[in-house]
């Protein structure tokens, strides 16, 4: 299994690489873009400036290349809007490329028309499935397969044993298949999210909310009550690094692997460096603690399983588990 990094600038490129990513995801955002189109009509539905979310030039971009070449893991592209204007197609096919002729040439789209587009254009880039499109099961995937995608990153709200079912239906038609491993453990699904990612607003998903049963009499009631604003997470560093805080996939690795899953996604764009770097340095320890783990009980899925979880927790959290549970208690068999 392979870790996929965010990339939040051309900085952060190489530490990610020393830390042990395998391939990196990142947004570029021309400025004549931003100007033209502002918010409302994003490339990419992070148009931030404030802070490191995206490459923001032509020139980062060759820089950027040139890492690639001299370190050689890769770094594919975002184009993660949910639709464009009729008018955008021309402009974005123009982007894909410009962005080919420098020597990216693989887009993470989650706009189906814009595949479509791309695909009668004739434009012979790679694409990914962004976690974005919401797929939702294998009759999908095997309509998208028709226009050549060599992966799918599937949505954050999928069940470990709904995405073993569509890896098992598109075997040997799609070859790859992304998950979504540490951070952003979003309530909403990113197809349906109308939140700006922006400067201008907080985002939708920070704003304070409660979970629990509504009583006409006494509002929210019951265990399942939760405040955002009252979860404070223990720190596992001096510099209040937390394992798995907004989000977390390790325990589920064992399961995740059984299932197909090719490649992890950490979400880290925007993150804090050495945090996004610790991120990627948890997930290599995991997938060697599930590797040692493999090797002492063979196919014994149960023990294997059981043993590779008290590790994690044993080892990866100094200051116990956050419970911000991606995948919580799934097996796929």
Known sequence: MKIVSGLGSIDEYIPFVKAGADEFFCGYVPLEWSRKYGTIRPLNRREVMNYNVQVGSLEELKILKNMM?????????????????????EEIAQYVDQCMQIGFSTFIIADPALILYLRQQNIPCRIHLSGECAEINSIFLEHMDAF??????FHRKNSIADMHSCVVKCKGKIPEYE??????????????????HCDEFAHLCHVPYELGKYNADRGITGEQAVSEEEKIP??????????????????????????????????GRGNYTEYARKDIMQTKRALTIREEVKEHFGDKTDKGRAAYIERIRKEL?????????????EKIR
């Open 179 to 196: 998950a979504f491993f540490l951070n952003e453990l979003c309530h909403f699904t990113g197809a349906y999210c109308n939140s700006l």
């Open 234 to 267: 223990i720190a596992d560093e001096e510099d209040g690094y937390v394992t798995g805080a907004t989000g977390c996939g390790l325990c589920a690795l064992y399961d995740l692997a059984d299932a197909g899953i090719t490649h992890l996604k950490i979400v």
């Open 69 to 89: 070449e001299c370190y050689g893991v890769p770094v594919k592209l975002t184009l993660n809007s949910l639709y464009y204007s009729g008018t955008q197609y």
């Open 148 to 153: 050549d995608i060599q992966r799918v990153i």
């Open 317 to 329: 959290f100094t200051n116990g588990c956050m419970e911000n549970c991606y995948y919580r208690g």
